[in-house]
Structures are given as C-alpha cells and as structure tokens.
T-cell receptor
Framework: DAGVIQSPRHEVTEMGQEVTLRCKPI?????LFWYRQTMMRGLELLIY????????DSGMPEDRFSAKMPNASFSTLKIQPSEPRDSAVYFC??????????????????FGNGTRLTVT | KNQVEQSPQSLIILEGKNCTLQ??????????LRWYKQDTGRGPVSLTI?????NTKSNGRYTATLDADTKQSSLHITASQLSDSASYIC???????????FGGGTRVLVKP
C-alpha cells in the first residue's frame, strides 16, 4: 500500500497565480479530507468528501478555494487567485468510514506527506 | 465551544528519559480521542485511539491514558529515542457527526 499520495511536494508561485494541489487516496477508502497546517493555527479542515460527494466545505476560506473529487482515486484542491496568506502546508487524508454503527468513527485518518505552498 | 488544549507546547528531553504530554478537551459529546505523531516534513500518523470506556492503551513505548470524567488525556513516552523527536497531536472526535477537533500539538526534541 503506497499510502496517500500528494503532489507536488513543494509549490512556489507568485501572488495571483492559480495553484492546483493533487491527491490520490488509499484504495478502498471512501472518505477524503483536505487540511491546511500553519504554525499559528495548526491543522484546519478545509473540506471533506464521502463517496466522492462534498459533505462539509465550511472550512474553505473563501471563493478562491475550490475542491473536486471526480472519482474515488483522485482529488484536487485549487486556489485561484493565490495570495501570500495562503502559504501553508496542505495535507490530504483518507479514511474508511462505515456509517451507522458506533464504531463508525474509529477509523484513523491516513495523511499524505503534504504540499508546502509558498505564495510570494 | 469545542476545544482541545495541549501542554507543554514544546519540550526537550535527553535520550533514554521518559516524558508525559497532556491533552485537555471540552469537546462534547465525546466519541474518541486519538494521538498522532508528526515527523518533520511528513503527515501525522496515528499512534493510538482511546474510546470512552478505555482508561489506558499502549503502543510500544507509547502509553495513552484517558479520564473521560475530567476530559483529560496523556501520552507517556518511555525510554525516549532520537526518533521520538516529532510533534504529537491530540485529536478529539465529537459523537454523532464526523467532526474532529485538533490540538495545537506538543513539539518534542530528544537530545543524545
């Protein structure tokens, strides 16, 4: 099992440019999460999908951020236009959630190694 | 407000020594609490999970405790090794729903 795969590992871009981050979840997992991590705010949930459907996008900062999951094995997080305050490490995580049982929520999140985004 | 507070923010220990990290939470209703280890430049990795009925659980040299009455958890590292240098994050899941609340983490540095 290769784990959650994110690309690129590092991205440096200029303010105003479009940035696309990519994620391949673990095969068989039905939930996918995008997180942002900064020193000041720690890990923050941006959005999560269940069975490819966005369930909670309340953490998406503003309309400049968008996420898609066209199929079970691929997701993107896009920032357009990017701003310096978007600089952070963006993590993708996946999990298998079996809803409707008390143990539904005991599955751990499996994180990728993140994309470090720097917007200048 | 659902919060998770960790202490200390950082600590330095000598190789071979023990240390204990603390996590206090106000998340309610409670489902479970998980400790993650995050190495520099990597994503967090789950160490252990504590559910309401569990008081203590071990994973190698890591031992987690949970007091659901006082809403406190601890992570004890025994005989620390250089590879234990990392950030340790406490994450509490709220019951009924998929809401996770993350602590700010404790950064541990093990020195030879």
């Amino acid at each position: 099992d290769a784990g959650v795969i994110q690309s690129p590992r590092h991205e440096v871009t200029e303010m105003g440019q479009e940035v696309t981050l990519r994620c391949k979840p673990i095969s068989g997992h039905n939930s996918l999460f995008w997180y942002r991590q900064t020193m000041m705010r720690g890990l923050e949930l941006l959005i999560y999908f269940n069975n490819n459907v966005p369930i909670d996008d309340s953490g998406m900062p503003e309309d400049r951020f968008s996420a898609k999951m066209p199929n079970a094995s691929f997701s993107t997080l896009k920032i357009q236009p990017s701003e310096p305050r978007d600089s952070a490490v963006y993590f993708c995580a996946s999990s298998f959630l079996r809803t409707g049982t008390p143990s539904s929520y005991n599955s751990p999140l499996h994180f990728g190694n993140g994309t470090r985004l720097t917007v200048t | 407000k659902n919060q998770v507070e960790q202490s200390p923010q950082s600590l330095i220990i000598l190789e071979g020594k023990n240390c204990t990290l603390q996590c206090n939470y106000t998340v309610s209703p409670f489902s479970n609490l998980r400790w993650y280890k995050q190495d520099t430049g990597r994503g967090p990795v789950s160490l252990t999970i504590m559910t309401f009925s569990e008081n203590t659980k071990s994973n190698g040299r890591y031992t987690a405790t949970l007091d659901a009455d006082t809403k406190q958890s601890s992570l004890h590292i025994t005989a620390s090794q250089l590879s234990d240098s990392a950030s340790y994050i406490c994450v509490v899941r709220k019951a009924a729903g998929n809401k996770l609340t993350f602590g700010g983490g404790t950064r541990v540095l093990v020195k030879p």
